[in-house]
Protein backbone atom coordinates (compact mmCIF):
# COMPACT_ATOMS: atom_id res chain seq x y z
CA UNK A 1 0.00 0.00 0.00
CA UNK A 2 1.41 3.24 -1.12
CA UNK A 3 1.39 5.54 2.58
CA UNK A 4 0.31 8.51 0.63
CA UNK A 5 -2.63 6.98 0.08
CA UNK A 6 -3.68 7.38 3.74
CA UNK A 7 -1.49 10.43 4.94
CA UNK A 8 -5.10 12.77 5.89
CA UNK A 9 -6.99 9.99 6.10
CA UNK A 10 -9.37 9.67 9.37
CA UNK A 11 -11.77 6.51 10.07
CA UNK A 12 -14.28 7.26 12.81
CA UNK A 13 -15.71 4.21 13.92
CA UNK A 14 -19.13 4.96 15.67
CA UNK A 15 -19.31 8.43 14.07
CA UNK A 16 -23.28 8.14 14.49
CA UNK A 17 -22.44 8.47 17.62
CA UNK A 18 -22.64 11.42 20.29
CA UNK A 19 -19.07 12.33 20.55
CA UNK A 20 -18.35 10.54 16.99
CA UNK A 21 -20.19 12.85 15.52
CA UNK A 22 -18.59 15.81 17.14
CA UNK A 23 -15.86 15.05 15.86
CA UNK A 24 -16.41 14.34 12.32
CA UNK A 25 -18.07 17.30 12.58
CA UNK A 26 -15.34 19.23 13.42
CA UNK A 27 -12.26 16.87 11.73
CA UNK A 28 -14.52 17.16 8.09
CA UNK A 29 -13.20 20.27 7.11
CA UNK A 30 -9.78 19.79 7.42
CA UNK A 31 -9.15 16.04 6.80
CA UNK A 32 -10.58 12.88 4.44
CA UNK A 33 -12.84 11.78 7.61
CA UNK A 34 -14.93 8.61 7.04
CA UNK A 35 -17.27 7.00 9.91
CA UNK A 36 -19.37 4.27 10.67
CA UNK A 37 -22.90 3.63 11.93
CA UNK A 38 -24.49 1.03 13.27
CA UNK A 39 -28.33 1.65 13.38
CA UNK A 40 -29.97 2.07 10.35
CA UNK A 41 -29.90 6.18 9.56
CA UNK A 42 -31.36 7.01 6.89
CA UNK A 43 -29.34 10.28 6.55
CA UNK A 44 -25.94 7.78 6.48
CA UNK A 45 -27.25 4.97 3.89
CA UNK A 46 -26.53 7.15 0.88
CA UNK A 47 -24.09 8.83 2.24
CA UNK A 48 -20.25 7.62 0.30
CA UNK A 49 -17.90 8.10 3.31
CA UNK A 50 -20.16 6.35 5.85
CA UNK A 51 -19.76 2.06 6.14
CA UNK A 52 -22.49 0.46 7.92
CA UNK A 53 -20.81 -1.75 10.93
CA UNK A 54 -21.93 -3.26 13.58
CA UNK A 55 -19.48 -4.61 15.45
CA UNK A 56 -21.45 -8.16 16.74
CA UNK A 57 -21.94 -8.75 12.75
CA UNK A 58 -19.26 -7.47 10.42
CA UNK A 59 -15.65 -7.88 10.25
CA UNK A 60 -14.09 -4.55 10.09
CA UNK A 61 -11.30 -5.87 7.84
CA UNK A 62 -12.97 -4.89 4.58
CA UNK A 63 -13.51 -1.39 5.83
CA UNK A 64 -10.12 -1.07 6.31
CA UNK A 65 -9.24 -2.10 2.87
CA UNK A 66 -11.21 -0.43 1.32
CA UNK A 67 -10.79 3.67 3.10
CA UNK A 68 -6.91 3.28 4.10
CA UNK A 69 -6.71 5.26 7.40
CA UNK A 70 -3.86 6.64 8.52
CA UNK A 71 -5.73 7.58 12.22
CA UNK A 72 -8.54 5.20 12.71
CA UNK A 73 -10.44 6.95 16.00
CA UNK A 74 -12.69 4.30 18.00
CA UNK A 75 -15.51 5.70 19.93
CA UNK A 76 -18.47 2.35 19.57
CA UNK A 77 -20.44 0.50 21.49
CA UNK A 78 -21.43 -2.78 21.53
CA UNK A 79 -20.26 -6.19 22.70
CA UNK A 80 -17.62 -6.07 24.70
CA UNK A 81 -15.94 -9.79 23.48
CA UNK A 82 -16.69 -8.43 19.54
CA UNK A 83 -15.08 -5.09 20.09
CA UNK A 84 -11.77 -6.57 21.72
CA UNK A 85 -11.73 -9.30 19.17
CA UNK A 86 -12.26 -6.11 16.66
CA UNK A 87 -9.31 -4.12 18.23
CA UNK A 88 -7.27 -7.12 17.63
CA UNK A 89 -7.54 -6.62 13.93
CA UNK A 90 -6.44 -3.06 14.01
CA UNK A 91 -3.82 -4.12 15.46
CA UNK A 92 -3.14 -6.42 12.64
CA UNK A 93 -3.87 -3.73 10.31
CA UNK A 94 -1.79 -0.81 12.43
CA UNK A 95 1.22 -2.99 13.03
CA UNK A 96 1.46 -3.53 8.74
CA UNK A 97 1.27 0.68 8.90
CA UNK A 98 4.45 2.22 11.19
CA UNK A 99 2.87 5.43 10.66
CA UNK A 100 -0.73 4.37 11.10
CA UNK A 101 -2.59 5.39 14.50
CA UNK A 102 -5.33 3.78 16.93
CA UNK A 103 -6.83 6.56 18.87
CA UNK A 104 -8.91 4.35 21.30
CA UNK A 105 -11.73 6.02 23.31
CA UNK A 106 -11.38 4.64 27.49
CA UNK A 107 -13.32 5.59 30.42
CA UNK A 108 -12.74 7.31 34.07
CA UNK A 109 -14.22 3.66 35.20
CA UNK A 110 -10.94 2.00 35.07
CA UNK A 111 -9.78 3.61 38.41
CA UNK A 112 -13.38 2.68 39.98
CA UNK A 113 -11.90 0.15 42.47
CA UNK A 114 -10.20 3.10 44.20
CA UNK A 115 -12.13 5.90 45.58
CA UNK A 116 -10.06 7.50 47.50
CA UNK A 117 -8.46 9.72 44.93
CA UNK A 118 -8.69 11.41 41.38
CA UNK A 119 -7.10 8.89 38.56
CA UNK A 120 -4.27 10.48 36.62
CA UNK A 121 -2.73 9.03 33.16
CA UNK A 122 0.25 6.70 34.48
CA UNK A 123 -1.54 5.29 37.79
CA UNK A 124 -2.46 1.29 37.84
CA UNK A 125 -6.17 1.13 37.13
CA UNK A 126 -8.29 -0.83 39.64
CA UNK A 127 -11.34 -1.24 38.31
CA UNK A 128 -14.60 -3.29 39.93
CA UNK A 129 -17.56 -2.89 37.12
CA UNK A 130 -17.47 -5.15 33.99
CA UNK A 131 -17.38 -1.68 32.05
CA UNK A 132 -14.16 -0.60 33.95
CA UNK A 133 -12.26 -4.13 33.18
CA UNK A 134 -13.43 -4.29 29.56
CA UNK A 135 -11.57 -1.12 29.19
CA UNK A 136 -8.39 -2.16 31.03
CA UNK A 137 -8.31 -5.33 28.61
CA UNK A 138 -8.50 -3.12 25.79
CA UNK A 139 -6.07 -0.53 26.71
CA UNK A 140 -3.75 -3.74 27.67
CA UNK A 141 -4.03 -4.79 24.13
CA UNK A 142 -3.48 -1.91 22.10
CA UNK A 143 -0.47 -0.99 24.84
CA UNK A 144 0.86 -4.20 24.57
CA UNK A 145 0.95 -4.45 20.46
CA UNK A 146 1.18 -1.01 19.48
CA UNK A 147 3.23 1.19 22.38
CA UNK A 148 4.21 3.65 20.15
CA UNK A 149 0.91 3.96 17.81
CA UNK A 150 -1.88 3.81 20.74
CA UNK A 151 -3.45 7.00 21.80
CA UNK A 152 -5.12 6.07 24.87
CA UNK A 153 -8.31 8.68 25.32
CA UNK A 154 -9.70 7.97 28.79
CA UNK A 155 -13.00 10.02 29.54
CA UNK A 156 -15.52 11.59 32.09
CA UNK A 157 -18.94 12.59 32.23
CA UNK A 158 -19.25 13.80 28.92
CA UNK A 159 -21.69 16.69 29.01
CA UNK A 160 -23.47 18.66 26.10
CA UNK A 161 -26.64 20.47 25.28
CA UNK A 162 -27.22 17.28 23.29
CA UNK A 163 -25.90 14.60 25.74
CA UNK A 164 -27.83 11.83 26.84
CA UNK A 165 -27.50 13.22 30.45
CA UNK A 166 -29.08 16.72 29.67
CA UNK A 167 -31.73 15.59 27.22
CA UNK A 168 -32.89 13.48 30.98
CA UNK A 169 -32.43 15.85 32.75
CA UNK A 170 -34.63 18.45 30.82
CA UNK A 171 -37.66 15.84 30.61
CA UNK A 172 -37.32 15.22 34.21
CA UNK A 173 -37.91 18.95 34.64
CA UNK A 174 -40.42 19.30 32.58
CA UNK A 175 -42.24 16.52 33.87
CA UNK A 176 -41.05 16.67 37.42
CA UNK A 177 -40.23 13.89 37.40
CA UNK A 178 -36.87 11.73 39.55
CA UNK A 179 -33.47 12.32 38.47
CA UNK A 180 -30.53 10.53 40.04
CA UNK A 181 -27.85 12.31 41.69
CA UNK A 182 -24.71 10.90 43.79
CA UNK A 183 -24.41 13.32 46.63
CA UNK A 184 -21.06 11.40 47.74
CA UNK A 185 -19.57 11.13 44.13
CA UNK A 186 -16.60 13.24 43.17
CA UNK A 187 -16.66 14.12 39.50
CA UNK A 188 -15.06 15.43 36.58
CA UNK A 189 -16.53 16.28 33.29
CA UNK A 190 -16.20 17.88 29.74
CA UNK A 191 -18.21 18.54 26.94
CA UNK A 192 -18.24 16.84 23.42
CA UNK A 193 -17.45 20.03 21.60
CA UNK A 194 -14.53 20.33 23.73
CA UNK A 195 -13.35 16.76 23.25
CA UNK A 196 -13.49 17.20 19.35
CA UNK A 197 -10.99 20.08 19.50
CA UNK A 198 -9.05 18.11 21.79
CA UNK A 199 -8.88 15.04 18.96
CA UNK A 200 -8.07 17.47 16.08
CA UNK A 201 -5.30 18.86 17.99
CA UNK A 202 -3.98 15.34 18.81
CA UNK A 203 -4.29 14.22 15.09
CA UNK A 204 -2.75 17.67 14.43
CA UNK A 205 0.32 16.97 16.16
CA UNK A 206 0.93 13.30 15.86
CA UNK A 207 0.46 12.96 19.41
CA UNK A 208 0.83 9.19 21.39
CA UNK A 209 0.41 8.31 24.90
CA UNK A 210 -2.35 8.50 27.43
CA UNK A 211 -4.69 11.64 27.86
CA UNK A 212 -7.57 12.50 30.22
CA UNK A 213 -9.97 14.37 28.53
CA UNK A 214 -11.11 15.96 31.93
CA UNK A 215 -12.09 19.25 33.48
CA UNK A 216 -9.16 20.28 35.62
CA UNK A 217 -11.06 20.58 38.60
CA UNK A 218 -13.66 18.28 40.21
CA UNK A 219 -17.16 18.79 41.54
CA UNK A 220 -19.66 16.56 43.70
CA UNK A 221 -22.14 14.65 41.16
CA UNK A 222 -25.26 16.71 43.08
CA UNK A 223 -23.82 19.89 42.91
CA UNK A 224 -22.78 19.83 39.31
CA UNK A 225 -26.64 19.01 38.13
CA UNK A 226 -28.30 21.52 40.65
CA UNK A 227 -26.66 24.44 39.12
CA UNK A 228 -27.12 23.32 35.38
CA UNK A 229 -30.82 22.88 36.62
CA UNK A 230 -31.34 26.48 38.15
CA UNK A 231 -29.25 27.78 35.11
CA UNK A 232 -31.69 26.23 32.71
CA UNK A 233 -34.34 27.75 35.46
CA UNK A 234 -37.61 25.81 34.40
CA UNK A 235 -39.39 23.74 37.43
CA UNK A 236 -36.93 21.98 39.35
CA UNK A 237 -36.35 18.18 38.58
CA UNK A 238 -37.16 15.41 41.41
CA UNK A 239 -33.48 15.37 42.56
CA UNK A 240 -33.05 11.68 43.83
CA UNK A 241 -30.07 11.31 46.26
CA UNK A 242 -28.42 8.48 45.58
CA UNK A 243 -25.63 6.88 48.52
CA UNK A 244 -23.30 4.09 48.23
CA UNK A 245 -21.06 5.20 50.85
CA UNK A 246 -21.11 7.74 53.86
CA UNK A 247 -17.87 9.22 53.06
CA UNK A 248 -16.95 11.13 49.54
CA UNK A 249 -15.66 8.82 46.78
CA UNK A 250 -13.71 9.68 43.57
CA UNK A 251 -15.15 8.91 40.55
CA UNK A 252 -12.68 11.51 38.67
CA UNK A 253 -10.11 11.06 36.15
CA UNK A 254 -7.44 14.44 36.08
CA UNK A 255 -4.81 15.79 33.54
CA UNK A 256 -1.14 16.11 35.23
CA UNK A 257 1.29 14.33 32.85
CA UNK A 258 0.17 14.74 29.73
CA UNK A 259 -1.74 18.27 29.52
CA UNK A 260 -2.57 19.86 26.02
CA UNK A 261 -2.56 23.95 25.32
CA UNK A 262 -4.37 25.80 27.84
CA UNK A 263 -6.97 26.76 24.65
CA UNK A 264 -8.13 23.25 24.65
CA UNK A 265 -8.48 22.65 28.48
CA UNK A 266 -11.69 23.21 30.23
CA UNK A 267 -13.00 23.66 34.25
CA UNK A 268 -16.57 22.82 35.41
CA UNK A 269 -17.65 26.15 35.22
CA UNK A 270 -17.32 26.16 31.34
CA UNK A 271 -18.73 22.95 31.23
CA UNK A 272 -21.84 23.93 33.34
CA UNK A 273 -21.72 27.14 30.97
CA UNK A 274 -21.99 25.11 27.99
CA UNK A 275 -24.13 22.79 28.92
CA UNK A 276 -26.73 25.89 29.72
CA UNK A 277 -25.98 28.74 26.77
CA UNK A 278 -28.67 27.08 24.73
CA UNK A 279 -31.58 27.56 27.09
CA UNK A 280 -30.37 30.95 27.95
CA UNK A 281 -30.75 32.37 24.82
CA UNK A 282 -33.69 30.86 24.15
CA UNK A 283 -34.45 32.89 27.23
CA UNK A 284 -32.85 36.18 26.07
CA UNK A 285 -35.16 35.82 22.71
CA UNK A 286 -38.08 35.69 24.83
Known amino acids: MNTETIHNRILILGASGFIGNAIY ?47 IVVSLSGNYIDRLNMLQDLCLYAEQFPESRILYFSSSEIFDGQRNFPGY ?15 IAAEKILQEQLPFQTVILRLPLVLGVNSPTLIQLRQSMKHHAVFEVFPKHIISVI ?96
Not at 43 to 66: A, G, H, R, T
Open 25 to 71: KDLISYFDVFGTYCTQHSEYNENQVFYKFCVEEDSISSILKEVKPRF
Open 121 to 135: EYDKPVAESRFGKFN
Open 191 to 286: TEDKIAQQIHYIVNKNLTGIFHLASNDVIHHDDLFTEIAAKIGRKMPIFKSVYSSNEDLYRAILPRDNKLPEALQINVSEVIDACTLKEEIVTFKN
